[in-house]
Antibody, heavy 125, light 107 residues
Framework: QVQLVQSGAEVRKPGASVKVSCKASGYSFTGYYIHWVRQAPGQGLEWMGWIDPNSGDSRYSQKFQGRLTMTKDTSVSTAYMELSRLRSDDTAIYYC??????????????????WGQGTLVTVSS | DIQMTQSPSSLSASVGDRVTITCRASQNVRKYLNWYQQKPGKAPQLLMYAATSLKSGVPSRFSGSGSGTDFTLTISSLQPEDFATYYCQQSYSSPRTFGQGTKVEIK
């Protein structure tokens, strides 16, 4: 079945960087965009950006410009999200999610389905 | 960016109740509206897409309506497994913004 499995929890000090992985299985990795979404403790969902695993093209939320890098390694069907210059308010669960299109004529609508299990990143001195 | 606003932010309901959650977009998103369910400690899961279409395997007590800027998610008869937080998301334009969530709690 289609599955995204993320790397384990991380603890970092302020100013450091973290790299979270998202390993895909059950489908052609290069055929579907991957998005990253984060959720601070007790808060809602915040979209961070996407990567095209085929071309490597990516786009980020302006909020994270200059600190966020998304990459991929097609040889291991894995997408990566690296956030630098971490602050305490970056403490959150980070999710990857695959784009799945559904056709409801005349629309082709894009959804996030499935999601990875999430990776808790704690930023604390 | 398109802003998505859900109401209420939380609600208390009993098993068997009919529950309605509203989502409003800051501009016309046609029917490019998805709903997700998130249970505590779990990742969000897709419930509905294109405002009114149920994902395969989702119980038929869930239904959606609306287009343009105003949407609703209805649970016709709340079950114990439905206590969760629900998020709307527009897929009309990037960034694919979410509502702030509606937490459905047990009364």
């Amino acid at each position: 079945q289609v599955q995204l499995v993320q790397s384990g929890a991380e603890v970092r000090k302020p100013g450091a960087s973290v790299k979270v992985s998202c390993k895909a299985s059950g489908y052609s990795f290069t055929g579907y965009y991957i998005h990253w979404v984060r959720q601070a403790p007790g808060q809602g969902l915040e979209w961070m950006g996407w990567i095209d695993p085929n071309s490597g093209d990516s786009r980020y939320s302006q909020k994270f410009q200059g600190r966020l890098t998304m990459t991929k390694d097609t040889s291991v069907s894995t997408a990566y999200m690296e956030l630098s210059r971490l602050r305490s308010d970056d403490t959150a669960i980070y999710y990857c999610a695959r784009v799945t299109d559904f056709v409801v004529a005349p629309l082709t609508t894009r959804t996030f389905d499935p999601w990875g299990q999430g990776t808790l990143v704690t930023v604390s001195s | 960016d398109i802003q998505m606003t859900q109401s209420p932010s939380s609600l208390s309901a009993s098993v068997g109740d009919r529950v309605t959650i509203t989502c409003r977009a800051s501009q016309n998103v046609r029917k490019y509206l998805n709903w997700y369910q998130q249970k505590p400690g779990k990742a969000p899961q897709l419930l509905m897409y294109a405002a009114t279409s149920l994902k395969s395997g989702v119980p038929s007590r869930f239904s959606g309506s609306g287009s343009g800027t105003d949407f609703t998610l209805t649970i016709s008869s709340l079950q114990p497994e439905d206590f969760a937080t629900y998020y709307c998301q527009q897929s009309y334009s990037s960034p694919r913004t979410f509502g702030q969530g509606t937490k459905v709690e047990i009364k």
